[in-house]
């Protein structure tokens, strides 16, 4: 009985207490206020000297992540997939290509300048039922960071910054990237939409396997980085981050693949847009807007692509042309559903009107083999910044072919293939399918491949020969008829100076 008056009195009192201290903090100033809560939080560090941060995977609303949270995993994945690499490497067995991440309630140490901290990974299982119309969000995940109070100041200042920075940068290094295409597809209402879908893009070319002038390489290498790094100055001198190439030579010299090597090089993704298949400019600059930046805009093959000689060419027509496309499409007839209106004056916006400057770090690429046929004014300078000409396998380029697909860097036949190479045209892609090794048995199958690509130019030469032959002989044969003179035979000679007789 007596315990159970001592205790009660105990409860009454210290709710007394807490009430009391409740009044007295609502009621003083606040300097003294804070005073209060500074001592209390100094006992209470005295106790448990560590603070403790947490980063929530949501933000907000549940369908929104939370960059932080985003770029810490990639930081803290790189961490534990070093960690795991190094016990592999104790074991003995291969880990180069190693990636990890933290398991739920997984604790990670790290050491920066000296301090230790902590991360863990946690999870949290609401236990409240609600009523929702979206799906129930059944876990809710989060990172903590703990760390000792007097390292506060560093964390804040620096480590935080650091983990920011190499989250965001190993992010990118992991990030798949995409090889989109534009295409229609119709919806449940029976409208057909234009979208981009995409694949992986796993291209393994590069410019160290790109056959070409070196010296060229070199300077598109450094048009790409300056690009890549030119934020600042593109916001100097207020012009949109973006820039035009026009890649142009015949079939099979090796634009495609420097595309891949271009989007390897900047780590941007793909966007191939398929021209014939948006149906008017307005379409285009829906698709447009909905690339991202960080990527390459591709139009291969532009000039077959659409009729985009402008209005100019268009009166300059030839009449027959005319009345065939009047064939084609007679004038009360429903075009076909894919014809495309988009225009020259659309096609142009697209690249630098208005809406080209929204978003930014765009390359916008346009290939074709006949640069000769395009508008000036799609290709000027400005609009298409470089112009980039892929052209015939030189004896450099057959070099980096040597050295990627035999490992070859001097052969006894090196010389002859330079002194063939020196007068006969080659195509990079004939080049590549000669030296592409039929089995995968060493050094003698690297010379059958030499051998095959002499033959191939000996073959290509004598083509050559004949095709020029052949035109001399058709020059020949048009002069002459210009000139009134028959080609006489020796038999015709004959009775001729008979006649003349
Ligand atoms: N300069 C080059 N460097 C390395 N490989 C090349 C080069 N040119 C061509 N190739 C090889 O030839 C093949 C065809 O090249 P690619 O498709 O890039 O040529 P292209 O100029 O785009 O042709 P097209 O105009 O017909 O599309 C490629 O798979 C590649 O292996």
Known sequence: MLMQTSWTGLGTSIASLMF????????????????????????????????????????????SHSKAYTTIKSYLSAATSERARKLKADVGKDSSNLVVTMD???????????????????KKTPRTQTISFYPAQDEHRYFTLTFHHRDRRLVMDCYLAHVMEEGKAIAVRNRQRKLYTNNRSKNWSGYKKNEWSYVVFEHP????RLAMDPEKKEEIIDDLEAFKNGKD????????????????????????????????????????????????????????????????????????????????????????EEEEEKKKHPPGAKKEEHD????????????????????????????????????????????????????????????????NYLDLESHPLFERIRLMMEITKILPADVAEKLMPKSFKGKRNAESCLEDLIQFLQEAKAKEEEAIQLELKSKEEIKSKENGSVEITPIENGCANREVK
Not at 205 to 208: G, K, L, P, V
């Open 340 to 403: 495309s209106k988009v225009t020259l004056s659309g096609l142009l916006n697209f690249i630098d009107g208005l809406w080209s400057a929204c978003g930014g770090e765009r390359l916008i690429i346009f290939t074709t083999n006949h640069v000769e046929k395009l508008d000036p004014a799609l290709i000027r300078r400005g609009r298409m910044d470089k112009h980039i000409e892929l052209s015939y396998c030189t004896f450099e380029g057959f070099k980096v072919f040597a050295k």
């Open 205 to 208: 070319a590069t410019f160290e």
């Open 233 to 320: 100055y593109y916001e100097k001198i207020g012009k949109a981050w973006k820039r035009g190439y026009l890649l142009y030579g015949p079939p099979g010299t090796g634009k495609s693949t420097m595309i891949s090597a271009m989007a390897n090089f900047l780590d941007y993704d793909v966007y191939d847009l398929e021209l014939t298949a948006v149906k008017d400019n307005t379409e285009l600059k829906k698709l447009f807007i909905e690339t991202s930046n960080k990527s390459i805009i591709v139009v291969e093959d532009i000039d077959c692509s659409l009729d985009l000689s402008g209005k100019r060419e268009k009166e300059e027509k030839p009449k027959e």
């Open 20 to 63: 009391l201290w409740t009044m007295i903090r609502k009621y003083l100033p606040r300097q003294f206020d804070l005073y209060i809560s500074t001592y209390t939080h100094k006992i209470f560090s005295y106790f448990y000297p560590y603070i403790e941060i947490t980063f929530q995977e949501y933000s907000g609303n549940r369908f």
């Open 104 to 122: 739920d309630h997984e604790q990670v140490t790290e050491e920066f300048k000296g301090v230790k901290l902590w991360w863990s990974s946690n």
